[in-house]
Structures are given as structure tokens and as C-alpha cells.
């Protein structure tokens, strides 16, 4: 299990997932970006089904590189960076 994780957690850190976000003309997203997006993103561009519960991520309501927490179970996490772009 500890290995499919760490193959998991490498593909995930090979390069940033990017997340569409509508904007208002001072750059800020409508609403912010959700653990069911990065959830989707990750089954979309990465091809891993990984339950929205497990992220763990503060309200992210700008463009731009942002991080996120995925949490495994018994002591096994990682940061996830993200990008959200305007769509």
C-alpha cells in the first residue's frame, strides 16, 4: 500500500493541476475553489479517483499557485499545488 501511495503522491507532484475559475474584472474568482473541484481535477488530469474529504485547503478565491493537503490515512499526506486559472 505504501508504495501505491508514494507513486500516487509522485504523478500528483509531477506538475501542477490547473482549476477553471470565473472572475470579476479585479482578478478575484466567483465563490472559491472547493475540495469536489480538486477532487474532479485530479480524476480529470490526473486519472486517481481521490475523495473530496480527504484535501484539506483554505478558501482560495484569487488566480494564481495555491496548495492543498491531501491526507492518506495512517501518517501518509502531501501537498498538492494547484493553479487557478481564468476560464
Do not use: W
Amino acid at each position: 500500500m505504501l508504495a501505491a501511495i508514494n507513486d500516487v503522491i509522485s504523478k500528483l507532484s509531477a506538475s501542477p493541476l490547473k482549476i477553471g475559475a470565473k472572475t470579476g474584472t479585479s482578478g478575484k474568482i466567483f465563490g472559491s475553489v472547493t475540495n469536489l473541484q480538486l477532487s474532479r481535477a485530479i480524476r480529470e488530469q490526473k486519472g486517481y479517483e481521490i475523495d473530496r474529504k480527504k484535501f484539506t485547503l483554505t478558501k482560495k478565491k484569487e488566480l494564481g499557485t495555491h496548495k492543498a493537503t491531501i491526507d492518506f490515512g495512517n501518517g501518509h499526506s502531501t501537498e498538492l499545488d494547484f493553479e487557478v486559472i481564468a476560464e
